[in-house]
């Protein structure tokens, strides 16, 4: 193959950006084929989701900032007026470096050490009476916190501070990539919504009325109870039950750039309906597009934290619902063990709402920041 | 030439307005039907996709017990159905439904639609308590905060407004048993059904519950009242209703919250759906109250679907029909509403 014939395949399918994606998309179909028929276990379910938002995150989100670093530039100086922006940006930052390189640095949180169970956090102490099997008697012991457990242990001696990172992580999964499928989905459902019209925009928004009818928590556990509990099975539902909101934002955006002078243009000039949606109507909503993903991220955050609180979460690993799960089951023994991953919690989705709202305010025009 | 006068002139759009208004709700009315039928469908087609069938828990009890479990399996299949075609699985599922047969929990040995009808009570106490105290906290709040822009309070309100929107709800219910239950003892740490419904006591028990279902709807009609507040408070009527000189009280009171009153209703409903169903699930469970979401709760770790289905398909139907009820009174109150 000549430098021309790859030319030509690249403007055959529109670009170097589609055709790399294409070809990941191809080779992890090819993998997950392999993986079906021969059982052969090369990646797992929520690998491929690394594997695919990564992508999509490179070549569509870092790539274009990367490009157009003037109006990044532009927005950066709106949004760095808002204090509270800021400082959830700073939590938020502080949160990806806990879930990335915490692990390395504390222990297995899984690991149960009955001997060093109920300790409380460095500085407080805790009276308990526990049975000492040599008098065989019960005497009061106090134990104090140690600096090997700085935030304490559970009622089974897993170490709190290695539960929490644990947490952020999946968390942190959870939330990204939930939210990236959600916000995805909706996208597509309603720019197709709104430009195509007609019937399909009926049926598409009929069925998105009969998805918003389930209360959402409710649809979850529903859609839990059924398939099971598995962290990238959560993730898919909560992408694939979380869009109805997304998609009716953007269909009545969309709706309002259809009739647009730059879409007629794009028409005239013969471009197909995929390159119209993909070219004009998506670049147009994009800010609209960040700002309901910042501010959605919370809330599948809080679903699948609520989800494993009732214990309908992935068993196999540690998320802050479970660890809040057992705390509630020893609140009056060891407090801390609820206190500590709800004080997470609550951070995470402030610093969110906080970013998102400074987002929301830097892209509209009108607003004066 | 005919004239027509101005009486009559108005008396005919009323009556375009009102033939228009019965076409509306008959419509939506019409509508409402298709999106129940849309609910019923994704659940049945949820439940057939699923990996597990509803039989399988009964098998594994009945293997363990050494009978036959492929002669059951074939009794069970022959019992529900199970081994006609799809299509007539799905009439039978709809027909059923209709006829208020919302099937039989295995778990409780009982229909659910008695389990329903016992327990939907409990449920019903706590929302409609906790909406209330919301609604009208928030209400207050939200408009005394816009009259009184960037004073102490102002500040204050919209500070925690933020706090209360981003805890979540089941951490809160758990901090106030941690608080008030365990280290204060001034509630007991279980729910007594015992009590009768309009009783003091009653009441004391649903107070942390009511908080914890209620902070993040109050949050929220806080944030929203007082901004829509501030916008009417700069509408050229209330500057009107200044100048014919009229007492503060009555521009507030009359002016600026009939204006803001009626989107806050509709959100307020609407929150009903997406915030308040799921809420009131997490707090049953926290609070051990016997509500729709704890037998939920209940029947999803005894692997009973009857009930998870019935549960999720009839908070969908209420969603439904609040929905429903909202658009009609809305478009009833709000004579701006377009006729088209």
Not at chain 1, 52 to 61: M, R, T
Not at chain 1, 209 to 216: A, Q, W
Not at chain 1, 348 to 362: E, I, K, Q, S
Not at chain 2, 167 to 182: A, H, K, Q, R
Request: hydrophobic fraction near 55%; charge should be positive.
């Amino acid at each position: 193959m000549n430098r021309v014939q790859i030319k030509r395949i690249v403007r055959k399918v529109g670009g170097v950006r589609k055709l790399l994606l294409l070809v990941l998309a191809a080779s992890l179909a090819v993998t997950l084929l392999v993986d079906i028929v021969a059982v052969a276990r090369i990646l797992d379910l929520l690998t491929y989701l690394y594997i695919i938002l990564g992508a999509v995150a490179v070549l569509y989100g870092i790539y274009p900032l990367y490009t157009s670093r003037r109006l990044v530039g532009y927005y950066w100086v709106r949004v760095k007026k808002n204090r509270l922006a800021l400082w959830g940006m700073a939590f938020i930052v502080f949160l990806v470096l806990l879930a990335l390189i915490g692990p390395f640095f504390t222990v297995d949180p899984t690991a149960a050490n009955f001997e060093e169970k109920n300790r409380p956090p460095l500085g407080f102490s805790l009276e308990e009476s526990v049975y000492d099997a040599g008098t065989r008697q019960f005497v009061t012991r106090v134990s104090t916190g140690t600096k090997e457990h700085f935030l304490g242990t559970d009622n089974k001696g897993r170490d709190l501070l290695a539960m929490i990172v644990s947490g952020a992580r999946v968390s942190l999964q959870v939330g990204l990539f939930a939210t990236g499928i959600a916000v995805a989905l909706g996208t597509l459902i309603g720019t197709l919504s709104a430009y195509l019209g007609g019937r399909v925009d009926n049926a598409l928004m009929r069925f998105t009325d009969v998805m918003m009818t389930f209360p959402f928590f409710l649809l979850l556990v529903f859609v839990v109870f059924i398939f099971g509990p598995n962290l990238a099975f959560i993730v898919l539902v909560i992408g694939l039950t979380g869009w109805t909101g997304t998609a009716r934002l953007i269909r009545s955006e969309a709706l309002s750039l259809r009739t647009r002078e730059f879409v007629m243009a794009a028409r005239a000039l013969g471009a197909s309906d995929s390159r119209i949606i993909l070219a004009h109507l998506v670049p147009n909503v994009i800010s609209l597009i960040i700002v309901i993903a910042t501010l959605s991220i919370p809330g599948v955050i809080l679903a699948e934290a609520a989800l494993s609180f009732i214990g309908l979460g992935d068993p196999s690993v540690t998320s802050w619902g479970m660890v809040l799960r057992a705390g509630q089951q020893s609140l009056d023994t060891a407090w801390w063990v609820a206190v500590a991953p709800g004080i997470m919690l609550f951070f995470t989705v402030l610093a969110f709402n906080f970013v998102g709202d400074g987002l929301r305010d830097a892209f509209d025009p009108r607003s004066a920041v | 030439m005919l004239k027509m006068s101005e009486g009559h002139f108005q008396q005919s759009l009323i009556a375009m307005r009102q033939s228009w208004l019965r076409d509306y709700i008959l419509r939506r009315l019409l509508y409402a039907v298709l999106i129940a039928w849309g609910v019923l469908t994704v659940t049945f087609i949820l439940v057939r996709v699923g990996p597990t069938s509803p039989a399988d828990k009964y098998l594994a009890n009945v293997a363990a017990r050494g009978q036959d479990v492929a002669q059951v399996t074939a009794a069970i299949e022959a019992r529900y159905g199970l081994d006609r075609p799809i299509y007539e699985q799905y009439f039978s599922y709809v027909g059923s439904l209709l006829r208020g047969d919302w099937g039989w929990s295995l778990s409780t040995s009982m229909p659910v639609m008695k389990l329903l009808k016992t327990h939907w009570i409990y449920s019903f106490q706590l929302i409609l308590l906790s909406s209330v105290f919301a609604a009208l906290l928030g209400i207050l709040i939200g408009i005394y905060s816009a009259v009184k822009q960037y004073s102490k309070t102002d500040y204050i309100a919209t500070f925690l407004s933020f706090i209360g929107i981003s805890i979540p709800n089941f951490w809160l219910g758990v901090m106030l048993i941690l608080l008030f239950s365990v280290q204060f003892g001034l509630f007991k740490t279980y729910y007594d059904t015992g009590l009768p419904l309009f009783s003091l006591a009653n009441l004391k028990q649903l107070v942390l519950p009511v908080i914890t279902l209620g902070t993040g709807m109050l949050a929220g009609y806080v944030r929203y009242t007082r901004s829509a507040v501030l916008d009417n408070l700069r509408k050229e009527f209330v500057r009107t209703a200044r100048a014919k000189g009229l007492p503060e009280r009555t521009v507030i009171g009359k002016h600026v919250f009939r204006n803001a009153i009626l989107p806050l209703i509709t959100i307020i409903m609407f929150d009903l759906g997406s915030i308040v169903f799921g809420g009131a699930y997490l707090t049953e469970i926290i609070f051990g109250i016997p509500g729709l979401g704890r037998i939920s709760f209940n029947a999803v770790f005894a692997d009973d679907y009857a009930i998870v289905v019935a549960v999720t398909l009839i908070s969908a139907f209420l969603v439904l029909i609040i929905n429903l009820v909202t658009d009609i009174t809305y478009t009833y109150l709000d004579p701006r509403v377009r006729y088209d």
